[in-house]
Structures are given as C-alpha cells and as structure tokens.
C-alpha cells in the first residue's frame, strides 16, 4: 500500500475580509477544518487590552480585529495569543499553534527565522518562501495554512483561490 504524500498550502492575503472569505468556502465544501491553521496580528494604533480567554471550544478576542478572530473560532481546533519580538502581537487557531509551540519547545528557532518561520520550516516549508511569509505578517497580512495530502491541497487550491490572495503548494517531508 502506498502513502499519500503530504503538501501545505499557504495563502497570504492583504486583508482579514479576504481570510476569512476562504476559511468560510473551505469550510462550506467541506474541508476538514482541524487541517486548516490562520495567522495574523491583531494589530492596533490605540491603546486598549487585547487578550483573550477560552470558554470551551471557543476563544474571546478584544483588539481591532475581534469580530475577524471570533467568527473563526467556531471553524479552527486550537487558539493562541502570541507576543512575538519583532513581529509583536499575533493570534493563531489551527495545527499552526502546536508548531509554533513546538518550536519554541524545542528551540529551533534559528536559520534567519523568527518563531513562526522556524515552526513552519519544521513542517517542510521552503526556507526563502518561509522568510516572505514571515515579511508577510510583519506587513499585517494574513497566513492561512492548509495541510494534507497533495490530493487534498490541490482541491483546497481551487477553493482559495475564489478568495484573492497569493497561494503557493509546498510538497512536504
């Protein structure tokens, strides 16, 4: 029997409208949402709290991009608020979460990566397309993440694209 190889797609795009248009149709053709990760900075000028809490399954934002995060909890497994040097505040929901947590665990932040670099690195993403995405958040754009067997990704491709953005497929390790 032979084992489905395994891609990522990550798409970029310039706005949390965008994002979350593709994480919704992903979620309408029924993709299976635990393979989906996002990733943005709940970026703000003014001075308010940002934080969030979990109640169950799902996850309370404040910050200019609240409502964009909270219609995103009930589609994504895993949350996270991250204060990252250099890249500042960021939220993630998805498998995303756990890389990045394994990469700080395991120290491999390194190579010319940040955190987020280093935890997709570690999945298999290229390293000069890992240093746009990471200029990419640094931009306040948003990461969406889509990993599974390239038959999957391929179909996930076609999806985001409707979306807008910039999508790229990553063969995996």
Known sequence: MSVEKESALVATFNT??????????LDKSGFEMKKLSIIGKDYHEEDDVIGYYNTGSRMKTWGKFGAFWGSLWGFLVGSAFFVIPGLGPIVVGGPLVGWIIGALEGATVGAGF????????????????VLRYESSLKANHFLLVVHGTT??????????????GSVDVHDLH
């Open 16 to 25: 949390h409208v965008e994002a979350e248009v593709a994480v919704k149709e």
């Open 151 to 164: 038959q999957e990704v391929v179909r996930a491709r076609e999806i985001v694209q409707t979306a807008g």
């Open 114 to 129: 940040g955190v987020v670099g280093a935890a997709l690195a570690g999945i298999g993403i290229p390293k000069d397309s």
